[in-house]
């Protein structure tokens, strides 16, 4: 048995979408062929359970696109599992509500760009007045709603615009996070490239007086000036990237990674339909990038860092897309950069 204790999974149910955004990281849209079974699913809520695994945050694709949704959902919160759903929201309607309400998740996440305009020019004309609506309908049902905005090189400089407009919403947190350039992202050459710097001060500044939790995700950062109030509560830090330590990525087919965003063959460590999920995580060569770790490994600007041991070098998978697949350097490190 591994010493390393599976805690959450990011688990995509499904490749279907009512998009096909032009920076979707998992190139959504189509359901893939062959994607797992009700039964298949609910074999993997079953081994996800047994190791242990405390939350699952499902995503697509479009999560309410698959059929059986609720039944997957309902086997994990009465597994004990919590749960998350990520939705564009474009396909919320009184049903889905209802059966929200009934299901027990912990939460439901919408993903919103920015302002109207911005969000809509990647995705579809309306989607973003049907993203709001869908917060409206989910708040006044009594189901806790965040709000994740991925950034790029358009959007970031409107987060103040943004920050404006959502504070007029009962959301309970927004999760700001780097676009990578990966998937359609990468095939449509969408840039990517934004400040760090800018969105780091800019929630530092905002954070003392939002009415929301607000917080960077794991592939902004890290240990900069601002690093105790940036990951959404007090004193938190960034302890190093997750993937195939306490967490896991599974894709509609079955595929496991370390993280859902490590989207290349190269991080999938097996298969569900050819080996059981405790078999996989506690093999002892699975994982390697990230288990097999020494300080050694960093490298470019990331070498000799003092904070070397305690972020590792950052998010794997941000490095791998942004950096010609060097895992171990990051590119939005703020340390190094300013005078202290």
């Known amino acids: 048995m591994t010493r390393y204790k599976l805690r959450s999974a990011v688990?995509?149910?499904?490749?279907a979408c009512c998009f096909s955004c032009a920076y979707c990281g998992s190139c959504g849209g189509k359901a893939r062929e062959n994607e797992l079974s009700t039964l298949e699913c609910l074999g993997v809520v079953a081994q996800l359970k047994e190791l242990g695994c405390r939350r699952v945050s499902l995503i697509g694709g479009e999560v309410f696109m698959r059929r059986d949704w609720e039944t997957i959902v309902r086997a994990l919160t009465g597994a004990g599992i919590k749960v998350c759903i990520i939705t564009n929201g474009f396909t919320m309607s009184a049903g889905i509500i209802e059966t929200l309400k009934d299901s027990g998740i912990e939460s439901v996440a919408v993903s919103v760009d920015g302002p109207e305009e911005v969000h809509d020019a990647f995705r579809q004309k309306g989607s973003y007045k049907r993203a709001f609506e869908a917060i409206d309908v989910l708040v006044g049902n009594g189901i806790p709603v965040s709000v994740i905005s991925a950034l790029r090189s358009d959007n970031y400089r409107l987060l103040p615009e943004f920050y404006e407009t959502l504070k007029k919403y009962p959301i309970f947190a927004w999760q700001i996070q780097a676009c990578s350039p990966m998937g359609n992202a990468r095939k449509n050459g969408v840039s990517v490239a934004f400040d760090a710097d800018y969105v780091m001060d800019f929630i530092a500044e905002k954070l003392p007086e939002a009415p929301f939790s607000m917080g960077i995700a794991d592939n902004i950062g890290y240990f900069g000036e601002n690093e105790p109030i940036?990951?959404?509560?007090?004193?938190?830090?960034?302890?190093?990237?997750?993937?195939?330590?306490?967490?896991?990525?599974?894709?509609?087919?079955?595929?496991?990674?370390?993280c859902e965003s490590m989207y290349d063959d190269r991080f999938t460590e097996g298969n569900l339909r050819e080996r059981s999920l405790a078999d996989i995580w506690n093999d002892e060569n699975a994982f390697a990038y990230n288990r097999g770790f020494d300080v050694s490994m960093l490298n470019g600007r990331c070498a000799g860092c003092a904070m070397g041991a305690y972020c590792a070098g950052g998010c794997r998978s941000y490095n791998y897309f942004t950096n010609g697949g060097n895992l171990y350097e990051?590119?939005?490190?703020?340390?190094?950069?300013?005078?202290?």
């Open 11 to 15: 688990w995509e149910i499904t490749l």
């Open 230 to 258: 940036l990951r959404g509560r007090p004193g938190a830090c960034f302890s190093g990237c997750g993937a195939g330590i306490d967490s896991i990525g599974i894709d509609s087919v079955g595929n496991v990674r370390g």
């Open 330 to 340: 990051n590119v939005l490190c703020p340390r190094g950069k300013r005078k202290k």
